[in-house]
Structure formats: structure tokens, C-alpha cells
DNA sequence: GTAGGGTTAG
């Protein structure tokens, strides 16, 4: 709708005949862009006679914002006229030094998996400010280690450094995800005592699930309800994954409700709520469940798991055969599970959701983490360690049975699920089962 | 006229 205006404007600026300027050119890129009216922007750039730094910068910020990624990235490199651009390259040219690329490449090793080469970027930059420092305690965040996101916060504050929203959101995460409650709520008090920041949503939500995750539901229940703003989505969130962590239908469904009503078109909350009562064995709720996703036309994102290998892209799906390998990717499957039998392993076939007794079990092994772990030990060399990416939350089985693979494999695990990241290496995981 | 870091949930 906004666009509307913008139109009338491009159309004035026709007008006038300032449609040929590049500061008015790339402010009309700018915008049709920002009205997520990227062909516009496209066609808009396309008629531009002589385009800049800034023109072009504008139609990738533009891909960004509209999040298509790849094109920014194809866009990017017929900038430069030649291919795809390492971070190699990026330390030659000196862009290295820049802060906003510094802490881009920090973000981004960590997202690959890669939380030492985040680091070695950190320690590389020059003048770190909030945001270098913020992203070095996400990163050790997203990899689950709360110690040094302790360390880092107070290294960046006897640095002078001030730390801003952001920075206590990553903070008090890293508490809520290694059970550290008191720790959790003096920082989250620290905001207004010390820092002069006024905790807004994304903080509440942390807490909560501070609470909630270490099993203190009735109190984070009561946090939610006392908080000073209206809760939003993310805080009822926060409950409902606490409910279900911890078996509490009675509130889980109370909080369901209110979620449906706020975001009416989120899978993950009906996903939640229909596994809680499966998993009670109160199957005609979850029918009534899976009814109501349909009515409101909401679809569940099916899960997907990914890996890496030679610079190529494997995608598995649950059951997964459509893959060139599948034979032996099924074979090493039930090797994985011979093995992992012989340990104390037993199937936690409560995560297997749909399928009837009988057969739950032999479901769970087609998970697509599983399926990329029997690609991944085929064909990852031996001593490189194995990535995988998953779009959604493991399932406890999963967990257990990648702890148990890296043992008998002795090899180092990476999975990354959403968006945080375990390490599993000699049969323990960095989450130490917390999570 | 453009540009870096973030939470919960399947």
C-alpha cells in the first residue's frame, strides 16, 4: 500500500524530469525496495543511465530486505565481474579491518559452525566496538558456551564498551540455555540498575524461558503475566516450548490458546501442542488439533536436514530414498544402529509422533539427521569433522543417538538445529543435555 | 541515496 506514495512521487519526479539523476535514481531503488517491490526496483535500476557504488549497494541491501539471498549474492559477484568472493579475498583487500565486515564475518563463520574462526576474526579486529563484541557473544551463544559469553561481557565492559539491547539479549539467552537463573536475573536487572536499558519483549521472552527451562513453570507463568509491556508472541512462546519440555498439558493448552489467537498462522505452536497430547496418549485432541491447523489453512514446515560434502549441498527429508546413495546410506543406517544397541542405547520412541506402536520405532531411525549422519560418516573423511544443518528442533532420540555416533565413530559431531549449535564429541554433547 | 550484532517455538 505504502507504495502507493512512492509512486506518485516517481511520478512527479518523471515530471519534472529528475528521473535520470543517480542520487534520485537510487533513492527510487531505495524505496521500491523498501515497499518489498523488488521487480520495480529491479526495472527502476535496469533504466538507470549511469549507476554508482551506492546504486548498486542499494539493490543488494534491496535482496537482503526481501530476503533473497542468493540473488544479493549473484548480484554482488557481477559487481565484481568475476566469482564468487572467500573470506580469503576479503582479508587481502584490507575490507578485513572494517568493523561492519569484521563483525559480518564473525556472524557468519558462527553460523556456519565454525566458532573458531569467529574468534580468531574477533581477536583480529583492530578497534572492536558493541557490535564486534556482540557478535563474539552470540556466536559463543549459538554454540552454547554460556562460560565464555560471561567472560567476553565482562572483558567488553572493563573495556568501556557500553552494551545495548542486543548484547543483553544474547546474554541472558546463554544463561537461559545452561540453567543459569540467578546469574540470568541479575543480568536482566543489571539492565536498568547498570546499563540504563529498558528490557523490551525479546528479554522477557529470555526470561521465561530461563524459567521455564529449568522446570519453574508456575513462576514463569507468573513472570509472563506481571511483565510490564504487553507479551507478545515470543513470550508465550517461550512457555508453551517449557510446557512441552517439561509435560504440563493443563497450561500448555492454556497458553496454546492465547497463541492462536495472537499468531493464528504459526505451525510450530499447533505442532507443540498436538505432540503434548500424542504424547499423553489423548488422540482425539490432537486430531482436534491437526482439524483446527487445517481450518486456519496453516501447514507444518516438513523438516529437513542438510550437510555439506566437496562443496556440495545433500538435502534429507524424513524416509528419505531419492538420494544416489541410498542403499548404502541405508545400510550404514543399520550399522549406526547395531552399534548403538550394543551400548545402553534404547529407543525413545515417545518421539516418534505418528506412527503406530509397532512401527515407531523403526520411524525413528528415518529421521533426516539420521539419514545425513549415515551420509556424513560415508563420506566425510575420517578426522573432519561431520556438519549437519536441521530446519527444526531435534528429537530426543536424535540427540541421544548423535552422542552415541560420536563415540563409537570417534568422530566430532556438528548439528546445527535452527539456530543454535551441539557439539558432540566422545559421546557427550556441549549442551550437557540441557536444551 | 546504501551498509555490521539478537530471543522463543515445530
Known amino acids: 500500500m505504502i507504495v502507493l506514495h512512492g509512486e506518485q512521487v516517481h511520478c512527479l519526479i518523471c515530471k519534472h524530469g529528475f528521473e535520470f539523476d543517480i542520487f534520485v535514481g537510487s533513492a527510487l531503488v531505495d524505496m521500491y525496495a523498501k515497499c518489498f517491490e523488488m521487480r520495480a526496483a529491479g526495472r527502476m535500476f535496469d533504466e538507470m543511465p549511469e549507476r554508482n557504488l551506492v546504486s548498486w ?4 541491501v534491496g535482496f537482503l530486505l526481501n530476503k533473497l539471498y542468493d540473488q544479493a549474492v549473484r548480484f554482488f559477484t557481477e559487481v565484481l565481474g568475476e566469482t564468487l568472493i572467500t573470506p580469503d579475498q576479503i582479508i587481502k583487500t584490507g575490507f578485513g579491518m ?9 556472524t557468519m563463520y558462527a553460523k556456519c559452525g565454525s566458532l573458531v574462526d569467529a574468534q580468531r576474526v574477533f581477536q583480529e579486529s583492530e578497534y572492536p566496538n ?3 563484541w556482540t557478535a563474539i557473544i552470540s556466536a ?10 560471561i567472560e567476553l561481557f565482562e572483558n567488553m565492559l572493563e573495556e568501556g564498551i557500553k552494551p545495548d539491547y542486543i548484547t543483553l539479549v544474547s546474554v541472558l539467552s546463554a544463561c537461559s540455555h545452561t540453567g543459569r537463573v540467578e546469574e540470568g536475573f541479575a543480568y536482566f536487572n543489571s539492565m536498568t540498575t547498570v546499563h540504563s536499558l529498558n528490557p523490551g519483549p525479546e528479554h522477557y521472552a529470555c526470561m521465561v524461558d530461563l524459567l521455564g527451562r529449568a522446570g519453574r513453570l508456575n513462576e514463569a507463568k507468573r513472570f509472563a503475566e506481571s511483565i510490564p509491556i504487553k507479551p507478545d508472541a515470543s513470550v508465550w512462546g517461550a512457555l508453551l516450548g517449557a510446557c512441552r519440555n517439561h509435560g504440563d498439558l493443563e497450561m500448555g493448552r492454556d497458553v496454546a490458546d492465547k497463541l492462536f489467537e495472537i499468531e493464528p498462522n504459526n505451525p510450530g505452536n499447533y505442532v507443540l501442542l498436538c505432540n503434548m497430547y500424542t504424547r499423553n496418549g489423548r488422540l482425539e485432541e490432537a486430531n482436534e488439533v491437526r482439524r483446527l491447523m487445517g481450518v486456519n489453512g496453516v501447514r507444518k ?3 529437513c536436514s542438510w ?3 566437496k562443496n556440495e549441498t545433500f538435502v534429507f527429508t524424513a524416509h528419505d530414498r531419492s538420494h544416489s546413495r541410498t542403499k548404502e546410506i541405508y545400510e550404514m543406517l543399520e550399522k549406526i544402529k547395531q552399534l548403538v544397541k550394543k551400548k545402553v542405547y534404547v529407543a525413545a520412541t515417545q518421539f516418534a509422533i505418528n506412527n503406530v506402536e509397532e512401527y515407531k520405532e523403526q520411524s525413528l531411525w528415518y529421521h533426516s539427521e539420521k539419514l545425513a549422519l549415515a551420509f556424513g560418516l560415508l563420506t566425510v573423511p575420517a578426522g573432519a569433522p561431520i556438519r549437519i544443518k536441521k530446519n527444526l528442533r531435534t528429537c530426543g532420540d536424535c ?5 552415541f555416533a560420536s563415540e563409537i565413530f570417534n ?3 556438528i548439528v546445527r538445529y535452527i539456530n543454535r549449535f551441539h557439539q558432540f564429541v566422545d559421546g557427550l554433547c556441549s549442551c550437557r543435555d540441557y536444551w
Open 140 to 149: 559463543c551463544q549459538q554454540h552454547g558456551c554460556a562460560n565464555q559469553v
Open 399 to 403: 540427540h541421544t543417538v548423535m552422542k
Open 57 to 60: 549497494n542499494s539493490m543488494i
Open 307 to 309: 550437510i555439506d560434502v
Open 98 to 106: 572494517n568493523t561492519c565486515v569484521s563483525s559480518s564475518m564473525i
Open 301 to 303: 514446515e516438513p523438516g
Open 411 to 413: 568422530r566430532e559431531i
Open 130 to 132: 558493541v557490535v564486534s
